[in-house]
């Protein structure tokens, strides 16, 4: 099994910044999409960034130029670094890897945008 673990979220003020990390348990050879998705109360969840094992990104547009997806290979995350946080953005942020064949997800971690 693979097991997902996020952390970073937490309560930050509207303008404001978090980094969230995934960490994955084991190395994943060959292809792979690492996704950060986000549900907020009421609302389906939703993808908010992506990257494949070549190292592309994908965003969704409500966070373009805000938001960055990265990773470090040599310690099985990744992360997802948000800047100009606002009250929208509240919401369970989870972390997905997708092998094509099977996927798994992180328990989740609470990010709250609020004055």
């Known amino acids: 099994q693979v097991q997902l673990v996020e952390s970073g979220g937490g309560l930050v003020q509207p303008g404001g910044s978090l980094r969230l990390s995934c960490v994955v348990s084991r190395t994943i050879v060959g292809f792979y999409t690492m996704a950060w998705y986000r549900q907020a109360p009421g609302k389906q969840r939703e993808l908010v960034a992506a990257?494949?094992?070549?190292?592309?990104?994908n965003y969704a547009d409500f966070v373009k130029g805000r938001f960055t997806i990265s990773r470090d290979n040599a310690k099985n995350t990744v992360y997802l670094q948000m800047n100009s946080l606002t009250p929208d953005d509240t919401a369970v942020y989870y972390c997905h890897l997708d092998l094509g064949h099977i996927g798994y997800w992180g328990q989740g971690t609470q990010v709250t945008v609020s004055s």
């Open positions: 990257i494949s094992s070549g190292g592309s990104t």
